[in-house]
Nanobody
Framework: QVQLVESGGGLVQAGGSLRLSCAASGSIASINTMGWYRQAPGKQRELVATISSGGLTNYADSVKGRFSLSRDNTMVSLQMNSLKPEDTAVYYC?????????????????WGQGTQVTVSS
């Protein structure tokens, strides 16, 4: 099992900045991609940004140029700038494991408890 502990989040005015951090512990071997997803009220959970173990990043179009994801081994940080009211959501840290055993691939997703980000207009 992988445990994910999130920190950061809170209330900020539009145009402001916040930083989210997430640390993984436990069975951290074979963690491939880590990142952040978010879920606004009445909406499905959506990808915000992910980063591979090799440092390759992937951002949702809605956050490109405003958010920056970094990774230090099993800790990821999401710097969120120029925040907008539509960024308001619960943000969840994710860790994705992929293992190949005897030619068969096994994949698992682990989630943090979520942290609230509220951007006021």
């Amino acid at each position: 099992q992988v445990q994910l502990v999130e920190s950061g989040g809170g209330l900020v005015q539009a145009g402001g900045s916040l930083r989210l951090s997430c640390a993984a512990s436990g069975s951290i071997a074979s963690i491939n991609t880590m990142g952040w997803y978010r879920q606004a009220p009445g909406k499905q959970r959506e990808l915000v940004a992910t980063i591979s173990s090799g440092g390759l990043t992937n951002y949702a179009d809605s956050v490109k140029g405003r958010f920056s994801l970094s990774r230090d081994n099993t800790m990821v940080s999401l710097q969120m700038n120029s925040l907008k009211p539509e960024d308001t959501a619960v943000y969840y840290c994710n860790a994705h494991k992929r293992r190949v055993i005897l030619g068969a691939a096994y994949e698992n997703d682990y989630w943090g408890q979520g942290t609230q980000v509220t951007v006021s207009s």
